[in-house]
């Protein structure tokens, strides 16, 4: 029953959040690199497959807790369907890419818009033990969306999946 009201919690989290569109957070200046790296470090020291490349500095005006969770959230992915998560930041022109690579089957081409939507897992056994809530992915779209950024997938050749959250250096400050 513990357990059950803990997941019950968590989703009722997780839908609110989706509704508000992942706002209420103020927005600070944080080092995205070292936010990244804390969520990685955090997951390896629970035993969890996950790799860092190590970044440069990377300033950004975020929400940062909003960031911390799409990123755990993206890195939790991997490691669940994609049995590793590889994780880096790129240096776009106006903007920061968090990719998140996994060994996994990748996701089909048809599913790949579906799978933001809310309550839309892949995996369909219902079994808790090997999905969520199917709110992972619509929640980081949101608040990539809430900051002006973007969050896509792709295959990558050889297999695995590919998540590049993208968030624009200058994000907007609502």
């Not at 020291?45 to 909003?66: D, I, Y």
């Not at 950024?149 to 250096?169: A, F, Q």
Request: aromatic share 2%; hydrophobic share 35%; net charge negative.
């Amino acid at each position: 029953l513990q357990k059950n009201l803990g997941e019950l919690q968590e989703l009722t989290e997780a839908v609110l959040c989706a509704a508000k569109g992942a706002g209420g957070e103020l927005t600070r200046n944080v080092d995205l690199a070292a936010l990244v790296e804390s969520v990685c470090t955090d997951l390896d020291e629970m035993g969890e497959p996950v790799s860092w490349q190590p970044h440069a500095p990377a300033p950004l005006s975020c929400r940062p807790n909003e960031i911390r969770r799409a990123v755990r959230n993206l890195i939790e992915n991997a490691i669940a369907y994609g049995r590793k998560a590889e994780v880096r930041l790129n240096n776009g022109t106006d903007r920061y890419e968090v990719v998140v690579e996994d060994d996994g089957p990748g996701i089909a081409e048809a599913d790949r818009v579906r799978v933001f939507e809310p309550f839309v897992r892949l995996e369909s056994s219902r079994n808790s033990e090997t999905g969520g809530s199917g709110l992972g992915l619509t929640l980081v779209k949101a608040i990539a969306q809430g900051h002006g950024g973007s969050v896509t997938l792709e295959n990558r050749e050889g297999g695995g999946l590919r998540v590049t959250l993208g968030l624009p250096r200058n994000a907007p400050t609502a």
